[in-house]
C-alpha cells in the first residue's frame, strides 16, 4: 500500500510539472489575470448584485471593462511613441545641419560657465562637430530603438491578451476555483494552509491598491505640475510618470527628464518646481501612503513592503510588484506562527 502510495504521489508530480512546462509560455498571462481577478473581486460582487445576471453576463460585463481600462492607455501611449519616434528623427537630421545653439544661460554657470559654453560651441554648435559627438549620421540608432519597441509592445499584447482570456474564466468561474484551492491548501497543510491562502489574497489586493491606485495618483498630480510648467506632451508624460511610480525610485527618471527639457528650453523656474514638486508627491506617496495601505492591511512593516517590491521586481518582473508582497506577508505570517507557539511552550 506504501509503495502505491508513493507511484501515486510521483506520479501526480510528473503529471503537475508536465503541465507547467506545456503552459510555461502562458504563466505570465496567467499570473496577471489572477492578480486582477483577485484585486477586483468585490467589484465583482456588486456588479453581481446590482445586475442580478448569471455568472457569464457578469464576467462579461466585468472583462470588457477591464479590457478597456487596459488596451486603451496602451494603444494611446503606442501611438503618441511612434509620432514622437518621428519627430525626434526629424529633428536629429535637422539639427545635424545646423547644430543646436547653445542655451543663454549656459555661461551664467558660475566657475565653469566659460568653459561649458566653449565645449558646446566646439562639439554642439558646429554640425561636424555634432557628427562627430553622436558618431554616426545613418539614424540607425533610432530605427532600431523603434525596432526594440515595437518587438516589446507586441510581446505584451500578446500576454495582456491571453490574461484577459483567462480573466473572463476566472470571473466566470472563480468562486468555485477559490473554494477548491482553499480546501486543496486545507487537505495539504491543515487550518494553517487555508489562512495562508486568505492572506495572499487579501496582500495582493492590498498591494494592486497601494501600488496601482498610489502610482495614479502621483503621475496625476505630477503630471499637472508639467502642465502648468508648459512642458510638451503633458498629458503622456503624466501617464508614464503614473506607470512608473508603481516602481519605488523610478518615476525620478521621467519629472528629472522633463526638468532637464525646460532648463534647456530656458525655464529653469519651471524645472526647479518641476523637480521639487515630484520628490515631494513621491516622499507624501510613498513613504506615507503606501505603506499604510499595504502595511495595515496585511500588517506588514514598511521595510518588508519595500523588499517585497524590490525583490519581486528583480525576480518576477512587472508582476513581481504584486507577488513579492504577497510573499513577504506570507513569510511575516509563518514566522509569527512559529514564534507564537515557541512562546506558548516555552511559557508552559
Do not use: C
Not at 519627430?87 to 545635424?96: D, E, K
Not at 494552509?193 to 495614479?216: D, E, M, P, S, W
Amino acid at each position: 500500500m506504501l509503495a502505491q502510495d508513493k507511484l501515486k504521489t510521483y506520479l501526480s508530480l510528473t503529471l503537475l510539472a508536465s503541465a507547467v512546462w506545456l503552459m510555461h509560455g502562458f504563466i505570465p498571462a496567467m499570473l496577471w489575470a489572477v492578480v486582477i481577478g483577485i484585486a477586483t473581486w468585490p467589484l465583482r460582487i456588486k456588479v453581481a448584485q446590482k445586475t442580478k445576471l448569471n455568472d457569464m453576463g457578469v464576467a462579461a460585463i466585468m472583462t470588457v471593462a477591464v479590457a478597456v481600462l487596459l488596451f486603451l492607455p496602451i494603444i494611446y501611449a503606442l501611438i503618441l511613441v511612434a509620432s514622437d519616434l518621428g519627430a525626434l528623427t526629424s529633428w536629429i537630421m535637422q539639427m545635424q545641419k545646423t547644430g543646436i545653439a547653445a542655451p543663454d544661460w549656459l555661461h551664467l554657470i558660475p566657475i565653469v560657465g566659460d568653459r561649458a559654453s566653449g565645449w558646446w560651441a566646439a562639439n554642439l554648435s558646429d554640425p561636424a562637430g555634432l557628427s562627430v559627438f553622436l558618431g554616426s549620421a545613418d539614424n540607425s540608432w533610432i530605427r532600431e530603438i523603434a525596432q526594440n519597441i515595437g518587438a516589446q509592445a507586441a510581446h505584451r499584447l500578446f500576454t495582456l491578451v491571453f490574461a484577459i482570456v483567462t480573466l473572463f474564466f476566472l470571473y466566470k468561474k472563480g468562486e468555485g476555483l477559490s473554494s477548491k484551492t482553499l480546501t486543496l491548501l486545507e487537505k495539504l497543510t491543515g487550518e494553517s494552509g487555508k489562512r495562508y491562502g486568505l492572506q495572499a489574497a487579501t496582500a495582493i489586493r492590498a498591494t494592486v491598491n497601494g501600488v496601482v491606485l498610489v502610482g495614479l495618483a502621483e503621475g496625476l498630480f505630477i503630471g499637472m505640475s508639467y502642465w502648468v510648467a508648459g512642458a510638451p506632451h503633458a498629458a503622456i508624460l503624466g501617464v508614464s510618470t503614473g506607470a512608473l511610480a508603481m516602481i519605488p525610485f523610478a518615476a525620478p527618471l521621467i519629472f528629472t527628464g522633463v526638468s532637464v527639457v525646460l532648463i534647456l528650453q530656458g525655464k529653469m523656474a519651471a524645472a526647479v518646481s518641476v523637480f521639487v514638486f515630484g520628490w515631494l508627491v513621491l516622499a507624501i506617496g510613498d513613504h506615507v501612503l503606501r505603506p499604510k495601505i499595504i502595511g495595515n492591511s496585511v500588517e506588514l512593516p514598511f521595510l518588508w513592503v519595500l523588499f517585497g517590491i524590490l525583490g519581486g521586481v528583480e525576480v518576477f518582473g512587472l508582476i513581481g510588484l504584486f507577488i513579492g508582497p504577497a510573499l513577504m506577508a506570507l513569510v511575516v505570517m509563518m514566522w509569527n506562527d512559529m514564534t507564537e507557539v515557541e512562546s506558548q511552550s516555552a511559557s508552559v
